[in-house]
């Protein structure tokens, strides 16, 4: 009878621990999908940086107009933008339930840091995208330098602002996944061993 509850109670950490090792698996997964989908709009942002407007800033008044205009209803940007907050979000309450302490705190700081992208976003880039579109027709546009100067310089500062946010949010879920990566490891050497996943206490000497 003693056996029997010795084995059970032992047999128990043991299912918990397997268990969790699944559960890590999920959230390694959703974790490794959220950062390539940060590093997806960290790029975009970064190529409007480093490419786009620095290129348009020579074109004239009306090729500037025309272009930043034609950039609106590409289907790309608001997908990027909501895969990865959906993703980001759902890979922080994972975390929450299955992952290391440390590893949550990384990627919380990725959702933090995505929020203000998401903020800058809504605050100064959708404004100055519709003040663009309601200039529907280019052709009837007469002073198309009036247009540009409302909206490159807020436009191009933002941006700025939000290469170097998501670029710090990519670095802090790249680290909650190594973070979650390693923890996993030891837990799933725990649960192999057939034993429980915590290291067993010292020896007295």
């Not at 699944?22 to 942002?45: N, P």
């Not at 990027?80 to 975390?95: D, I, N, P, Y």
């Not at 949010?169 to 909650?176: G, I, K, T, Y």
Request: hydrophobic fraction near 50%.
């Amino acid at each position: 009878m003693i056996d029997h509850d010795v084995r059970s109670a032992v047999a128990e950490p043991v299912r918990s621990a397997r268990h969790r090792v699944d559960g890590d698996g999920w959230t390694g997964l959703v974790l490794g999908a959220a950062l390539v989908a940060m590093a997806l709009v960290a790029g975009l942002c970064y190529t409007f940086s480093a490419a786009v407007m620095p290129n348009l800033a020579g074109a004239d008044d009306r090729t500037f107009v025309v272009t930043m205009q034609r950039f609106n209803p590409n289907p790309v940007f608001p997908l990027s933008f909501t895969g990865a907050l959906v993703l980001t979000g759902l890979a922080a309450l994972l975390q929450r339930r299955h992952g290391p302490g440390v590893a949550v705190r990384w990627t919380v700081a990725a959702v933090v840091l995505y929020g203000i992208v998401l903020a800058v976003t809504a605050g100064l880039h959708f404004p100055l995208n519709a003040e663009l579109d309601r200039a529907v027709d280019p052709d009837r546009i007469t002073d198309f330098a009036h247009v540009r100067n409302q909206v490159e310089g807020p436009w191009v500062a933002g941006n700025i602002v939000r290469t170097l946010l998501s670029t710090a949010a990519v670095a802090a879920l790249a680290h909650a996944l190594f973070l979650h990566g390693r923890s996993t490891t030891h837990r799933k050497a725990g649960a192999s061993a057939g034993g429980p996943s915590w290291p067993p206490p010292p020896t007295a000497s």
